[in-house]
T-cell receptor, first 111, second 114 residues
């Protein structure tokens, strides 16, 4: 049972526009959410996180929104840049030592 | 220069052979993790360790073994019992065990079993 779902395997966005990556989860006990970015043949790097007591967290061009009632979070990247082209994973946890990862969304930013 | 190192980056083995993947961190992190990534799938947890000389099975531990004799090292052995060992393996660490601690990942090892 996939507790964290990224239903869009890929997304293509023009440079300068907004990229919106979505993530849904089923476990209402999750209280911490993270986004990671991964380039091919490299390990994921941490991007941004959000606690369930918040509904928005912003860091530069990256903003994560959390809608607890819908069990949905999204990552907004604006403006999108070619260097943002990568696979993005969302992850969730419930105050445990295990992160549950989604399947990833491949973002391609074209000129 | 602190970080997590995994070696080698690419590894080839014949079917039926055991192989050990290295993971070292100099971040003084207590917790370490092993994940596997397959195409079209998320990162799946194999084993994790919260403290030296202790480790727990993750979601897909069958066919794998680990040890945690030193804080900075968490090697993963892929045994011949693992039915589909070809994958990209990622090691991670976090300051303490707990979901609110960001995990930092190594560069990964791509294992191909011929």
């Amino acid at each position: 049972d996939q507790q964290v779902k990224q239903n869009s395997p890929s997304l293509s966005v023009q440079e300068g526009r907004i990229s919106i990556l979505n993530c849904d989860y089923t476990n209402s006990m999750f209280d911490y959410f993270l986004w990671y970015k991964k380039y091919p043949a490299e390990g994921p790097t941490f991007l941004i996180s959000i606690s369930s007591i918040k509904d928005k967290n912003e860091d530069g061009r990256f903003t994560v929104f959390l809608n607890k009632s819908a069990k949905h979070l999204s990552l907004h990247i604006v403006p999108s840049q070619p260097g943002d082209s990568a696979v993005y994973f969302c992850a969730a946890s419930h105050n445990t030592d295990k992160l549950i990862f989604g399947t990833g969304t491949r973002l391609q930013v074209f000129p | 220069d602190g970080g997590i190192t995994q070696s080698p980056k690419y590894l080839f083995r014949k079917e039926g052979q055991n192989v050990t993947l290295s993971c070292e961190q100099n971040l003084n992190h207590d917790a370490m993790y092993w994940y596997r990534q397959d195409p079209g799938q998320g990162l799946r947890l194999i084993y994790y360790s919260q403290i030296v000389n202790d480790f727990q099975k993750g979601d897909i531990a069958e066919g794998y073994s680990v040890s945690r004799e030193k804080k900075e090292s968490f090697p993963l052995t892929v045994t011949s019992a693992q039915k589909n060992p070809t994958a990209f393996y990622l090691c991670a660490s976090s300051p303490v065990a707990g979901g609110t601690d960001t995990q930092y990942f190594g560069p990964g090892t791509r294992l191909t079993v011929l």
